[in-house]
């Protein structure tokens, strides 16, 4: 029976979910019309953390925007350095060599876990379930040890390179790696012990915030999110980039549309990313890691140092910056949260014309108030939680 | 060519105003009456089934006129297409377009961005505010090219 049906006519009551409040994940504030306990509109109020990115990204040259792009889902930098860079080079009209292919997969893959572990963490903490924040920060830390091997730091990397990367592998991480990677399926088992069957758990999700399939498409839901109401769409599927073509993975389908087959969802999709990490590793190919143009990427040191060529290369690249052809594209990857995508229009200057994020995180928030109408106020925070939000990310 | 942008021609001859493609992006400029129904086309046609709206992104082409520009990125999941299309405001003082919203639901927030950010006014959106600067900020419409980058 219909939540709404039940409870008794009153005046409604405004309240404000936030802008501080630990279950809005950030600064999201929800302007809540209520009956009782029951919502009768719900309008989330964000921009609280808009930066201007897409402005800022205009007053500088394409390498300077890598770092802003870190800012946008904070908790997947590595996924934004991915769709940015992926997107200039297609401007660019360059392809990275295949061991720099290999190296934005596993640790996109790794970044899509860590985000995954997190949403796990925070979604079930909403919900009144302390234990999986524990158990899911304890595998997040040990991917934070290894990312901090690889860019020296937790959140923001900036590894990933227009035209390759910042640096080959660190030694000694490909052995961790594998460490985490063969033992990540055992603690798996652990988040579904506390979760899967638990009662509450399913009280507080079945059912909850349910969009069909077509209504998913048509609300613009992404990755796991549209997945969930049994959308079979996976980018890195259906549209390869970066050598997606040569993993085999499964695509994890829900068929409700509700809070729990997303929960599903994105359980296996942690196995999967954890599976294309091991194959990753098995084929990791040896070579190069950046694209052999002399205008895109810098030249080796000992180059700048010891060569007028280089020297020259190296100035200009740092004064002036790449110059991509004039021309406008769109590219879209994968990111943990669904569809992100650059659309990038070039001028032939330095400076990007126009940088417009399509980030994952805005689009999945839109359907709120069609979701929260007729529900409990405490549905709504269920609904928060499995939309995975980062407000860096809607906010941009 | 492709197949789209070869039945868009047949379909709306009179409305395709350029075709432009770069990188194996199709982006197909029509003109802002023919846009609703063109969307419509592109959705609801089986051999195009572009049912899914990836963003709305406003641009503002100053100093060229005409000035404004929305454009639309559509995907379809079953041929597993991209396809793009812009149309341009009349107006480069009060840049008007008509809404997507009835032909996708997801418009809705996209055509606020672009309306807070780039001034964009969409005819017959139902709820047409500010979604990520404060509404005190009437007049101010950060993406636009006139408005500083810096120091403001």
């Known amino acids: ?396 | 060519m492709d197949t789209v942008t070869e039945k868009l021609q047949t379909q709306f001859p009179e409305a395709i105003v350029a075709i432009y493609e770069f990188r194996g992006d199709t982006t197909v400029t029509v003109k802002p009456e023919q846009l609703v129904a063109v969307c419509q086309f592109l959705r609801d046609d089986p051999e195009t089934s572009f049912k899914y709206l990836s963003a709305v992104s406003g641009v503002d082409y100053y100093p060229a006129s005409p000035r404004f520009a929305a454009v639309y990125h559509l995907y379809s999941h079953q041929y597993k297409k991209r396809f793009a299309l812009k149309a341009f405001c009349a107006n480069d003082e009060v840049p008007v377009l008509p809404s997507v919203v009835p032909v996708w639901s997801t418009a809705d927030w996209h055509e606020r961005e672009a309306y807070d950010l780039v001034g964009i006014k969409f005819s017959g959106h139902p709820d047409l505010r500010r979604i990520l600067t404060p509404p005190e900020c009437e007049g101010y419409y950060p993406l636009r090219k006139d408005y500083p980058q810096e120091g403001y």
């Not at chain 1, 709404?4 to 809005?24: D, F, I, R, V, W």
């Not at chain 1, 002399?294 to 000992?302: A, F, N, Q, R």
């Open chain 1, 1 to 396: 029976m219909n939540s709404a049906e039940l409870a008794p006519s009153t005046e409604t009551m405004l309240l404000n979910l936030g802008p501080q409040h630990p279950s809005t994940h950030g600064v999201l504030r929800v302007w809540l019309e209520l009956d009782g306990e029951v919502i009768v509109n719900a309008d989330p109020d964000i921009g609280y953390l808009h930066r201007g990115i897409e402005k800022m990204c205009e007053n500088r040259t394409y390498h300077q925007c890598l770092p802003l792009t870190d800012r946008l889902d904070y908790l997947a930098g590595t996924a934004n350095n991915f769709g940015f860079v992926l997107a200039v080079e297609k401007l660019l009209g360059v392809e990275v060599p295949k061991r720099a292919q290999y190296i934005r997969v596993l640790l996109a893959e790794l970044t899509r876990i860590s985000s995954h572990l997190f949403w796990l963490g925070t979604h079930g903490h909403d919900l009144g379930a302390m234990t999986p924040l524990f158990f899911a920060f304890r595998e997040r830390e040990e991917l934070m040890d290894l990312f901090e091997m690889v860019w020296g730091g937790r959140l923001f990397p900036c590894y990933l390179r227009i035209g390759g990367l910042a640096a080959d592998l660190p030694e000694g991480f490909v052995e961790k790696a594998w460490d985490f990677v063969k033992k990540f399926p055992e603690r798996i088992k652990d988040y579904h012990n506390l979760l899967t069957k638990n009662r509450i758990w399913i009280a507080r999700t079945k059912d909850v915030g349910v969009l069909t399939k077509e209504e998913a498409l048509d609300w613009g839901w992404s990755g796991p999110m549209a997945r969930g109401s049994g959308v079979d769409w996976d980018i890195r599927r259906d549209t390869p980039y970066s050598s997606y073509q040569d993993f085999d993975f499964k695509i994890p389908l829900g068929t409700n549309g509700d809070t729990y087959d997303r929960y599903l969802v994105r359980m296996e999709e942690m196995v999967q990313s954890n599976l294309i990490c091991r194959q990753v590793l098995e084929k990791m190919p040896s070579g190069d890691i950046n694209v052999n143009d002399p205008t895109v990427i810098l030249p080796p040191k000992e180059k700048v140092y010891n060569t007028i060529e280089g020297l020259i290369n190296h100035f200009l690249l740092i004064e002036k910056g790449i110059t991509p052809p004039k021309g406008e594209i769109y590219q879209a990857i994968e990111a943990p949260k669904g569809e992100l995508g650059f659309y990038i229009i070039s001028d032939g200057s330095p400076h990007p014309f126009r940088v417009k994020v399509r980030g994952p995180s805005f689009v999945n928030l839109s359907p709120t108030k069609v979701l929260a109408k007729g529900r409990l106020l405490s549905d709504l925070i269920a609904l928060i939680g499995t939309m995975d939000i980062v407000l860096a990310d809607v906010d941009r």
